[in-house]
């Protein structure tokens, strides 16, 4: 689907003359990878992780010392009493995962919440640049739809949506995205 659509988009572009051609591409995952804000939301998403993983380890301290307890003192227990502590284990490793799982999925929106306004920040710079350049196309190469771009034929537009957003031109990308 996704060849199906660049050869639609290149098939339009032949048609409409090789001198009003003028296409650029981006990598816009390492450009947001680049900017400030990305730095701080993954600060942010880093504090609130070790939050979560500081609630779940204190969740699993007291199942064991529970489940320890039960191991020591069910043999002089009364059958009533050994069916509550298993009952209270029970209920315990049930929290412990919907915790785990309702964790999972606020740090999923938190990620989502924090990163939206960085992709919409990035693709207004993207935006400005194709118009101040006068491009008909831009393409973003992280989708990796993209298997050749001629660099004579097609601007880059990373060191300029670098200079745009503020983001110094020697800074290289983290080899860990979010």
């Known amino acids: 689907m996704k060849k199906l659509i660049l050869i639609l988009f290149v098939a339009a572009a032949a048609t409409i003359g090789a001198n009003a051609q003028k296409f650029g591409h981006i990598n816009t995952s390492e450009l947001v990878s680049l900017m400030a804000e990305t730095d701080s939301a993954r600060v942010q998403l880093e504090a609130y992780q070790n939050e979560l ?7 699993q301290t007291e199942y064991n010392q529970k489940l320890n307890t039960y191991q020591q003192k069910s043999s002089t227990w009364t059958a009533a009493i050994r069916e509550s502590k298993e009952a209270e284990l029970s209920e315990i490793v049930q929290r412990l995962n919907q915790f785990q799982q309702t964790a999972q999925e606020d740090l999923a929106n938190m990620q989502q919440t924090l990163m939206m306004p960085i992709y919409q920040k990035a693709q207004e710079a993207i935006n400005k640049i ?49």
């Open 53 to 59: 993983i500081e609630e779940m380890d204190a969740m």
């Open 130 to 178: 194709g118009k101040d350049n006068n491009l008909i196309y831009i393409f973003d190469t992280s989708a990796g739809a993209l298997i050749y771009i001629d660099d004579t034929q097609s601007t880059n537009l990373l060191p300029q949506a670098k200079a745009a957003l503020g983001i110094p031109a020697e800074k290289v990308a983290p080899s860990q995205n979010l």
